[in-house]
Every structure is written in structure tokens, then in C-alpha cells.
């Protein structure tokens, strides 16, 4: 009985000593078995391995890549205009004997610190270089120089094991306090462009302007030049008509001139006029004995020193026809004012009142005046 309990207990034992000689290694790792801290064994290719037990302990480390952010840093490149810099890198345990010899019991963090310092120290040489402006570090060279930072800093993270894989920058601006005087330097350049803009505009506006006036002053002109030439050739005819018939009838003249005279003075609502009762202006209306007037006798002298009349009327309305035409020509130069077109090309305005006609003498045409009562 007692010897079989042995027996069990010994298998127990065995059994504890044989589990704990024994480890796995999956494919994401290497492994370190130490012995009282000395490296004696490195296994690098997943699988399953053995150790002394309680002797002998293991350490296991990643063997995938890594990423660290370094810390922001400030950067003067080679034209002084200081840049915020933030990078990251790309890494991977390359050497695990090497790693362990460098970092000792600290492991990942004390790697990753001293790592992080050897990016900054090569961030600052590598963008701070007498040929690397700012201008450079954001055109396309800035992947050459993310490549030159990993090769120095690859030079010297293998001393701690390490294989730098990759080293990229994430962010490249101006410090806050820089911040509000490149603004402002941009919004003052972008003040002398819109100003730039705004006195070519108007300058243009004033061309269009004077060649629009030149075109109203122009057209005026010509307009005023042929209500002025018809103007005085209606005038012309009135004169020749009005002496044709006073020297025809005078005293039939007289009489028609004074019922004209009579029609725009006697109308309602015209002011009172105040006249002796042997006024002149009456001579028509009643005798000197205060009997009523009687019209002149009517001949053909009288018809024709009444068409006479009429075609001095018509003279006048010619006259009155050619202000019209004046009138209408200003307002077409001002329409082309107005309406000037933004290149500078003005339509030329229609002279409306160019081709003012005056009635011809009507020839032959007999009309019956019927004398006036009083």
C-alpha cells in the first residue's frame, strides 16, 4: 500500500517537472531562456521547447512590427523659419540577444525611449541641414528626407537590436506664435491683388465711361446740328410766307393775325387783362362808333393770303417737329449711356431728328375762308 502511494506521488512529480520543462512559441514572438540572467538559449522559429525547470526561466519579446510616436519637436531649417515637427516610426526587434544585452530588464520601454531620443537627434540634423529649407520639407523632396532620417537612425538603433523599419512625418507647421504673422502676411498680399483688381476695373469703367460720353456728346451735336438747319429753314419759309401775304392782302393779314391773337389771349382761365376801350388790340371786335367790326371783303387774294397763313402753320409745326426730333435724339444718347457695353463698344445711336421734312407749297390748292363774325 505504502509503496503504491510512492509510486503516485512519483508520478506527480514527474509529471510537474516534465510540464514545466516544457514551453510553446507561437509565430508573433522570439524567446530568451536565461539561466541565473545569462542568455543560453535563443529560440526564433515557432515551435515547441525545453528547459531546466526552476534553473532556468524564459523570455519572450514580439516579433512584429512596432509603431512609436516620437514627441513634437521644434525644428529651425536652413531659411530660419521655424517648424512644429511630429513623426512617427516603424520598427521591429531584429537581434533579440542584442536587445536584451541594451535594454536589460526594461525591456519595450526602455527601447522605445532611447529609440525616441535617436529620431528627434536625427529629425533636427536631417531638416536642420544647410541645403533643406521649409519650402523643401513640404514639397515633394520630403520623402527623401523621411528616408535619409531612417537610414541614420537604422545606423544607430542596431546597436540596440533594432531594425527601423519605416519613418514617416506626420505634421509640418508654424508655431502658434508664428501662426497670426504669416496670416497676416497672406491676407496682406491678398489685399494688394484685390486692390490690383479693383483699379484695373476701374480703369476700365472710365474708358468705357468716356467713350460713352464722347458718344452722347456726339450724337447730341449731330442732332443739334439738323434741328438747327431745319429750324432755321422752317423759319425761312414762315418769313417767305408771311411776306407773300402781307404783301398780298395787308389788311386781310392784319385781321387773320389778329384772330390768332384773339384765340390766345380770350381763352378761359388766362389771366385778366386790363385795356382802354380804344385799344388797338380791339380794333376787330367793334368800330370806333361802338358798332360791331364787319370782316373785310374776301377775295381771291384773301383765300390765297389764307393759305398762306395755313402754310406758315404748317411751318410752325415743322419747327415744333424738329424740337421733337432734338428731344429724341437725347434721349437716345442717354439710352446709350446707360447701356454702354462692358468692352467699350458703343452702337451708334439712330439721328431721329436728321430727316425733319417741311411740308411743300401746296400748289393750286384753293380753300374758301368764310369771314369771321364778330
Known sequence: MNRAIYVVIAAVILVVVLLSSVFVVNEKEKALVLQFGQIRQVIEEPGLAFKIPVIQEVVRYDDRILSLDTETIEVTPSDDRRLVVDAFARYRIADVVSFRQ?????????????LSSILNAKIREVLGAENVTSDTILSSDRRSLMNRIRDLAQAEASNLGLEVVDVRLKQTNLPSQNLDATFARMQAERDREAADEIARGN??????QALADRTVVETVSA?????????????????????????????????????QAYRQALQAGN????????????????????????????????????????????????????????????????????????????????????????????????????????
Open 102 to 114: 541594451a535594454v536589460g530588464v526594461g525591456g519595450v520601454q526602455v527601447a522605445e525611449d532611447r
Open 203 to 208: 480703369e476700365a469703367a472710365q474708358r468705357v
Open 223 to 259: 442732332a443739334e446740328r439738323e434741328a438747327q438747319v431745319t429750324r432755321g429753314e422752317a423759319d425761312a419759309r414762315a418769313n417767305r410766307i408771311f411776306a407773300e401775304a402781307y404783301g398780298a392782302n395787308p389788311e386781310f393779314f392784319d385781321f387773320y393775325r389778329s384772330l
Open 271 to 374: 389771366s385778366t387783362m386790363v385795356l382802354t376801350p380804344d385799344s388797338s388790340f380791339f380794333d376787330y371786335l367793334y368800330s370806333g362808333n361802338g358798332t360791331a367790326a364787319t370782316a373785310p371783303e374776301v377775295t381771291e387774294a384773301d383765300r390765297a393770303a389764307a393759305q398762306a397763313a395755313l402754310d406758315a402753320a404748317e411751318a410752325e409745326e415743322a419747327r415744333a417737329e424738329a424740337d421733337a426730333a432734338r428731344a429724341a435724339a437725347e434721349a437716345a444718347a442717354t439710352a446709350a449711356t446707360a447701356t454702354t457695353p462692358e468692352g467699350g463698344e458703343v452702337a451708334p445711336v439712330p439721328d431721329a431728328g436728321a430727316e425733319a421734312s417741311v411740308p411743300a407749297d401746296p400748289a393750286g390748292d384753293e380753300t374758301e375762308t368764310a369771314p369771321a363774325s364778330p
